[in-house]
Nanobody
Framework: QVQLVESGGGLVQAGGSLRLSCAASGSIFSIDVMGWYRQAPGKQRELVAVITSRDTTNYIDSVKGRFTISRDNAKNTVYLQMNSLKPEDTAVYYC???????????????WGQGTQVTVSS
């Protein structure tokens, strides 16, 4: 089995910073794309940032220049550095990853349990 465990959420004032981490564990052969999604109350879950196994990144427009996604392949961990936070960034943030569990398996998609980020004005 594979688990994704997020950490680093919390309460911060507008303009502040937080760093989210997501560690994948279990039966892992390789990890392809990793990403962060968020879901605010009453809204649909949206993709915030993604990073490929070759460190190609992509962001939604509203976080460009403020958030940075990175990964440590040796630790099977993806990070989201969030700077200049705004109240509209308040949401539950979810980690997502496409993972092969062995050489012969296909790629399966996994989700973390989510971590709350609250930005006060």
């Amino acid at each position: 089995q594979v688990q994704l465990v997020e950490s680093g959420g919390g309460l911060v004032q507008a303009g502040g910073s937080l760093r989210l981490s997501c560690a994948a564990s279990g039966s892992i052969f390789s990890i392809d794309v990793m990403g962060w999604y968020r879901q605010a109350p009453g809204k649909q879950r949206e993709l915030v940032a993604v990073i490929t196994s070759r460190d190609t990144t992509n962001y939604i427009d509203s976080v460009k220049g403020r958030f940075t996604i990175s990964r440590d392949n040796a630790k099977n961990t993806v990070y989201l550095q969030m700077n200049s936070l705004k109240p509209e960034d308040t949401a539950v943030y979810y980690c997502n990853a496409n993972i092969k569990t062995d050489f012969y398996s296909g790629i399966s998609n996994y989700w973390g349990q989510g971590t709350q980020v609250t930005v006060s004005s």
